[in-house]
């Protein structure tokens, strides 16, 4: 792995091979660079992969990193050192190291330490850069990406051109263009010259920024609702007992009643015949 080290404008160029090194300005540090602390950093490289830790506060292309956190660096950043030194890491020249060397890891690499947030709309998440952590949405059916102001993707790279780059749309799929760029477009660390449908977690190279596109969700598949089940008739409401009286059955006259009825007619009868007789 190929490394400068600058330090009041004298750019020094060294190369590392995979391990673990520490830097700085002692006697036991792999690469002693005078003027620096005893063990200030640690390089770990393993493949094309650098993950740099400090013992004190250092910037990695200008952001803070607290002591004993790792960090990844990425081909042309710069680790800020105490002094006005900096270590950079430089990015391999030939297209074939390219892919190994820069954006082809990042694709697994950023995968495991980040989680990309769903959304139902495709989007560009920026992992490096001056727009590190923005997110552009491509909602358009055409979505152009580079400096200008009136471009829908605009990128703070002075790498990147006016016009750079394009996405668009094409029966469900998303393809990257070229836009005649002089530095190129570049997805998994392959040039496109030719429109490249993009897959989730690709990782789009412009200038000096790296983009990582993310598909959109897919929507759910609607359930069916349950079938509706027929309502329990209510029970019926107790009716009262004046209510039971007045539906009660009328009950016919018996043989008995009947009787009755004749003997009192024939008993009046008699009475009538008996007071005739008296009378006459």
């Known amino acids: 792995m190929h490394f400068e080290f600058e ?33 200030l950093l640690t390089l770990r490289i393993e493949g094309h992969r650098l993950m740099v830790e400090a013992r004190r506060t250092f910037t990695v292309a200008g952001v803070m990193v607290p002591p004993d956190v790792a960090r990844l660096v990425l081909p042309g950043e710069e680790v800020g050192l105490p002094e006005g030194m900096s270590l950079k890491l430089l990015a391999p020249g030939a297209d074939t190291e390219r ?3 820069t954006v082809a890891v ?6 495991d330490t980040e989680e ?30 580079g400096r200008s102001l009136e471009m829908a993707v605009r990128l703070r790279d002075i790498a990147v ?23 190129g477009v570049y997805l998994n660390g392959k040039r496109v010259e030719a429109p490249q449908a993009l897959q989730d977690g690709d990782i789009i190279e412009l200038g000096r920024t790296l983009l990582r596109f993310q598909a ?15 309502a329990p008739s209510p029970a019926p409401e107790p009716e009262s007992p004046s ?38």
């Open 7 to 39: 330090h009041l404008g004298t750019p020094t160029s060294f190369e590392l091979p995979e391990g673990v090194h520490l830097l700085g300005g002692g006697e036991d540090d792999h690469v002693r660079l005078e003027g620096l602390p005893p063990g």
């Open 99 to 101: 892919q190994v060397g």
């Open 106 to 111: 990042l694709k697994h690499l950023l995968g």
């Open 116 to 145: 990309s947030l769903v959304s139902r709309a495709a989007s560009l998440q920026c992992l490096t850069g001056a727009d590190v952590g923005r997110c552009f949405a491509l909602a358009e059916a055409r979505t152009e990406l």
């Open 161 to 183: 051109s006016r016009r750079h780059a394009c996405i668009r749309q094409q029966e469900g799929a998303f393809l990257l263009e070229d836009q005649d760029s002089p530095n």
């Open 216 to 230: 959109p969700a897919a929507e759910p598949i609607a359930e069916p609702p349950p079938e509706e089940q027929a």
């Open 243 to 280: 209510v039971e009286r007045e539906r009660a059955p009328v009950r016919s006259r018996g043989r008995g009643d009947v009787g009755l009825l004749v003997l009192g007619a024939g008993l009046a009868l008699v009475g009538l015949l008996a007071t005739y007789v008296l009378t006459g």
